[in-house]
């Protein structure tokens, strides 16, 4: 029997520790990437992932990762996940270096990461049959808001290069999942779009009625990959239920239209 064995970047925190914890539930193996050692050995010791420290912006890094993973057998399945936005300015307003950070993390990473793991996910897909590439995008990326300018931008391409992936592999047994999630709270991402502010970032969620949790996320990823090898989620977008759109959110109790009681 095959030892089913995952990647998944960004796992230092939010959804990406979320998707290692669901993973090593379901009974894989799996190698948490991420800058941040001390984040990624308290991960390795709650579960019983491997871990290995890299920053993904660094094309050594990246082959660096490429090659332990050589050395330590095949995968079966990527979990693009390292991401972020910052800023909520305009694109008159916003800075350029905030922009290209976002491409760095959200696009440029993302290429690198699956240009140089693409030949070990063939050599896994000929162990199970299928190996997934499943890219972590965000609502952002498919409908535009305003404020948000470089982070649009950003996911629109990785939403577009993931298009383009799936395109070029057909006829390979390699299925490409893109996971778009809307309104997620979690400890980080808007306390980074935000500098740091975090009666700002608390902001974000304040009055929402049960916003997604990194745990939703994580479980909608262990779903999609374990479905049927010929079952090719193409994309899967999340929402909580109380927002319709990134500009649409709703603040207080949901309730039923129409109707004075039960």
């Known amino acids: 029997m095959v030892t089913l064995r995952a990647v998944v970047t960004g796992a230092s925190s939010g959804i990406g520790a979320a998707t290692v914890r669901a993973l090593r539930a379901a009974g894989w193996d799996v190698v948490g990437v991420a800058r941040r050692e001390e984040r990624l ?3 390795e010791a709650e579960t019983g992932a491997s871990v290995f420290v890299a920053d ?3 094309q050594a890094d990246v082959d660096a990762l490429r090659d332990h993973l050589a050395a ?12 972020g936005a910052k800023g909520l300015d305009s694109v008159e307003a916003s800075e350029i270096d905030d922009w290209a950070w976002m491409f760095e993390v959200n696009v440029l990473a993302l290429k690198r990461v ?13 162990e199970r049959g299928v190996a997934d590439i499943v890219n972590i995008t965000s609502i952002a990326g498919h409908t535009a808001y305003v404020g948000g300018g470089g982070y649009n931008a950003a996911k629109f391409a990785a ?4 298009e383009v992936l799936r395109l070029e592999l057909n006829g390979e047994p390699l299925r490409v999942i893109e996971v778009a999630p809307g309104l997620v709270k979690t400890d980080e991402f808007a306390l980074v779009r935000f500098g740091g502010d975090r009666a700002r970032a608390d902001a974000v969620y304040e009055n929402v009625p049960e916003p997604l949790v990194a745990e939703d996320i994580a479980g909608v990823v262990v779903d ?7 079952v090719d989620l193409d994309l899967i977008v999340v929402k909580p239920v109380a927002q319709a759109a990134p500009y649409r959110l709703t603040k207080g109790p949901l309730a039923v239209r129409g109707t004075d009681g039960p």
């Open 41 to 43: 050995r308290a991960l």
């Open 56 to 58: 993904l912006t660094q």
């Open 72 to 83: 330590t057998g095949g995968i079966h399945l990527l979990v693009n996940n390292a991401g």
């Open 114 to 126: 699956t240009s140089a793991l693409l030949p070990l996910l063939r050599r896994g897909a000929v």
């Open 224 to 230: 999609a990959v374990q479905k049927p090898r010929h």
């Open 159 to 162: 939403h577009a290069l993931t």
